[in-house]
């Protein structure tokens, strides 16, 4: 069974451009979660969806970031106009199902997101 | 905030148990306790999780207190792969999110 896929595993961006990174779940979870790991810190919730749907957002920056979980397909998470301070880890993790269930959840290799 | 506090670092030689204490005094009565590592670099692996009894699996044994204040992870044979950063965390609510402290580094010594 392939576990969490994170792509690409290392991603370099210039000040001002757009990073977008996928994650696709373990086969057949339909729970995707974003955290990001500043260097030397620990990790840092981002954002929880559900097929289709943003159920928790309240770890997201207001600005510049999004991200989706379409029907079909990666989640992605989306960063326009990356500034040095978005240089950072990204990891993807994917449950089977949420609340109030307790299924762990199963983390990607991450994605470190470099700007120049 | 994290609802765990952790030692920062710990040491074990290899071959020996590795002890990982993780105190949750605030723990509400349906939250879960879930420990996960980082081995450095690599996203976090799962690692255990309970309520409130003992549980064991094929990496680990977790041990609950029975006021549910606070777990030790038990690592019954460390050995040098074994070296990351331990977390601990209590995890409920309706949305599941994980919410990381600092772990405990764990660095097992040849």
């Known amino acids: 069974n392939a576990g969490v896929m994170q792509n690409p595993r290392h991603l370099v961006r210039r000040r001002g451009q757009e990073a977008r990174l996928r994650c696709s779940p373990v086969k057949g979870h339909s729970h995707v979660y974003w955290y990001r790991q500043l260097p030397e810190e620990g990790l840092k919730f981002m954002v929880y969806l559900q097929k289709e749907n943003i159920i928790d957002e309240s770890g997201m920056p207001k600005e510049r970031f999004s991200a989706e979980f379409p029907k079909e397909g990666p989640s992605i998470l989306r960063i326009q106009q990356v500034v040095r301070g978005d240089s950072a880890a990204y990891f993807c993790?994917?449950?089977?199902?949420?609340?109030?269930?307790?299924?762990?959840?199963?983390f990607g290799d991450g994605t470190r997101l470099s700007i120049l | 905030d994290a609802k765990t506090t952790q030692p920062p670092s710990m040491d074990c030689a290899e071959g020996r148990a590795a002890n990982l204490p993780c105190n949750h005094s605030?723990?509400?009565?349906?939250?879960?306790v879930y420990w996960y590592r980082q081995i450095h670099s690599q996203g976090p692996q799962y690692i255990i999780h309970g309520l409130k009894n003992n549980e064991t699996n094929e990496m680990a044994s977790l041990i609950i207190t029975e006021d549910r204040k606070s777990s030790t992870l038990i690592l019954p044979h460390a050995t040098l792969r074994d070296t990351a950063v331990y977390y601990c965390?209590?995890?409920?609510?309706?949305?599941?999110?994980?919410?990381f402290g600092t772990g405990t580094l764990l660095a097992v010594q040849p």
């Open positions: 993790a994917s449950s089977p199902t949420g609340y109030p269930s307790n299924q762990p959840q199963h």
């Open positions: 965390i209590v995890q409920g609510g309706a949305t599941n999110k994980l919410i």
């Open positions: 605030t723990i509400s009565g349906n939250e879960y």
